[in-house]
């Protein structure tokens, strides 16, 4: 006796060794005995013996027009014999019914199984649908290949050219253009950014590093949407001063300048002039929602993305020239620098000046005038023995280092050159500006705290710096009350502080009461962006160095020992681990050799050469 049966949800045939009625011992087509339920039965038959049924079923099968059979099944529930019946149009030989059957399960778009051995035929709407599917995913897959092989042949085909963002930085898995790039890349033992550069999509690298970042932080690009007309300032008595900017030449959100002016008593007056654009970014204008959105200006090497629209900075900007709506901390002063008095204004400030950081000497550090001193020492100089005083009265040391700026020539060549200039930081120019923002901080963060008006704090505890709605102290400043509110041009928690600020000075309501959920909102999400601006300007710095090291063809350099396996190159500040480096003293120099520079990736290869003798 041979069995006809499902198995593991394949149709068999074999011989029975042994029936106990629930079950029964077979061997199988292939020799291999098991056990299968009586459950599992499809059909019984003496003739032909079970090999000859396997094959001569399946190869019966295969002649089966299957769209016939869908046609002549009724639209009740059904069994494979009674199909072969009505099939073949007399009562089916084993074979012939073993490969109805086989037809059947092979066929799950147009029979759907409904039990042991019977099935209903699918609607035909349904049967419509999957057939079509079918045929469309036989379509893609052979378009898939055709792109896979043009990849393979170095070529990007045009249709992964207009799905490039979505490739190179939010891939969607689910689409044919992806799923080819990554059959590509199984087939080349690559990555996709790598295969998609070698197929020359990736024509400027540093584009394909700021792209990336745009496509996190700012979805929908970087235009600025409609926000109607700039509301005009209140009217504001003008400053009795000439006020000057200090400032990197490439600044155009200039937030803050300074002024001195002699006083009957016999001294003087040295004002802090911030720009105040919050008189005309009202909570919850159009503006606002911009400012809000963006958080921050962002800043890398040869670019910068504004927080605010362009109309909106000339507006408010400390340009020279003009007379610009500031709120202005005014430190009354002996002529040593020690502070008597000092109050907040509002005002319009005439700005005579815009002095760049490049082309100002040092000479106002000295204590006495000379004949060839450049315009502007004298009053940089009160203003030094000012800082001076605040910086001794904090009692903070100045913590000696080395700053670079980075100097894009977007003309020189197809992806620019760039120069990296050290700079010493702690400079008698650094501290003086340094000192004066500290204080106008210090200030209004105490006028906040003194009216009980929340801010958005930066406080230092166990050398962690967070953002809080509260004063707190911040240890590495040497400070109690540490607000930030200088920068309103270019941040959004000065902005929100500045609001804050004119509300008290004016003797009105703040805009945010203590417990406000959007001030905590804010604060939150400022904190986030700003860490996140922050993270990609040292990714790209990071990559100006790379680019550095090859624009100058620099095959070996001079580095110290930082610890363990990590060093600080001596040339522009970039650092590198060496697996090779032996156990050395911190700040040893060490001689490097430049190995293999992959911008894509922005990483460096290097090698230990040996100490510098």
Not at 67 to 84: C, M
Not at 254 to 274: C, K, M, N
Not at 350 to 363: I, K, Q, T, Y
Not at 409 to 425: L, N
Request: charged fraction near 20%; glycine fraction near 6%; charge should be negative.
């Amino acid at each position: 006796m041979n069995v006809f049966f499902e198995d593991d949800g394949q149709l068999k045939a074999g011989t029975v060794l042994a029936d106990n009625d629930s079950s029964l011992q077979v061997e199988s087509t292939t020799g291999k005995r098991i056990k299968v339920k009586a459950a599992a039965v499809l059909l019984r038959f003496a003739a032909p013996a079970a090999t000859a049924l396997h094959a001569d079923a399946h190869a019966l099968a295969a002649t089966l027009d299957v769209d016939f059979l869908w046609d002549v099944s009724g639209d009740d529930e059904f069994g494979f014999a009674e199909l072969a019946t009505e099939y073949f149009g007399h009562p089916p030989t084993a074979v012939e019914s073993a490969a109805v059957a086989l037809a059947l399960a092979g066929a799950p778009m147009y029979f759907y199984r409904r039990g042991k051995g019977r099935y209903r035929k699918a609607p035909a709407e349904a049967l419509k649908a999957a057939l079509a599917s079918v045929e469309r995913k036989k379509r893609e897959a052979e378009q898939m290949a055709g792109w896979v092989a043009e990849l393979a042949a170095g070529r990007l085909p045009d249709a992964l050219r207009a799905k490039l963002p979505m490739l190179l930085y939010k891939p969607d898995r689910n689409t044919l253009e992806w799923k080819a790039l990554a059959a590509a890349c199984d087939a080349q033992q690559t990555h996709p950014v790598a295969l998609l550069a070698a197929c020359g999509a990736i024509p400027s690298t540093h584009d394909y590093h700021f792209n990336a970042f745009l496509a996190q932080a700012f979805p929908k690009g970087t235009a600025f949407p409609a926000w109607g007309g700039l509301p005009a300032p209140p009217e504001l008595p003008v400053a009795a001063v000439q006020a000057f900017s200090i400032d990197d030449a490439t600044t155009t959100e200039i937030d803050d300048a300074f002024s001195v002016t002699e006083l009957p008593d016999g001294q003087l007056r040295i004002g802090i002039h911030i720009a105040a654009p919050a008189l005309s970014i009202t909570p919850g204008s159009a503006l606002d929602a911009i400012a809000r959105e963006r958080l921050s200006t962002v800043y890398m090497p040869g670019r910068k993305i504004t927080m605010l629209p362009d109309e909106v900075i000339d507006a408010f900007s400390l340009a020279a020239g003009a007379d610009r709506p500031a709120v202005s901390l005014y430190v009354d002063v002996t002529h040593d620098g020690v502070p008597v008095r000092q109050e907040t204004r509002i005002e319009r400030v005439p700005v005579a000046a815009n002095l760049h950081l490049s082309a100002l000497s040092e000479a106002f550090a000295q204590p006495l005038p000379s004949p060839d001193d450049p315009p502007w020492t004298a009053e940089l100089r009160l203003l030094w023995k000012l800082a001076s005083h605040l910086a001794d009265e904090r009692g903070k040391a100045d913590i000696a280092r080395i700053d670079y700026s980075y100097d894009v020539d977007w003309d020189a060549g197809p992806d620019g050159r760039v120069a990296i200039v050290p700079r010493p930081r702690g400079s008698p120019l650094d501290k003086l500006v340094a000192e004066l923002m500290i204080h106008v901080n210090n200030s209004w963060g105490r006028v906040l705290g003194l009216a009980r008006a929340p801010g958005l704090y930066r406080t230092q505890s166990y050398g962690k710096v967070k953002m809080s709605l509260r004063p707190g102290e911040h240890q590495g400043l040497g400070l109690s009350h540490y607000l930030w509110a200088s920068s309103p041009l270019r941040r959004y928690s000065d902005l929100v502080n500045q609001r804050q600020l004119l509300a008290v000075v004016a003797g009105l309501r703040p805009p945010h009461a203590e417990g406000d959920a959007e001030l905590f909102a804010a604060l939150a999400d400022f904190e986030a962006t700003y860490g996140q601006y922050a993270e990609f300007q040292d990714r790209m710095e990071h990559y100006w160095c790379l680019r550095w090291l090859l624009q100058e063809g620099v095959e070996e350099a001079t580095a110290a020992v930082v610890r363990e396996s990590l060093v600080r190159f001596q040339s522009v500040p970039l650092y590198q681990r060496l697996a090779d480096l032996p156990p050395l003293a911190q700040e040893t120099l060490v001689r490097l050799a430049v190995g293999r520079i992959d911008l894509l990736a922005a990483t460096l290869e290097c090698r230990y050469l040996g100490p510098v003798a």
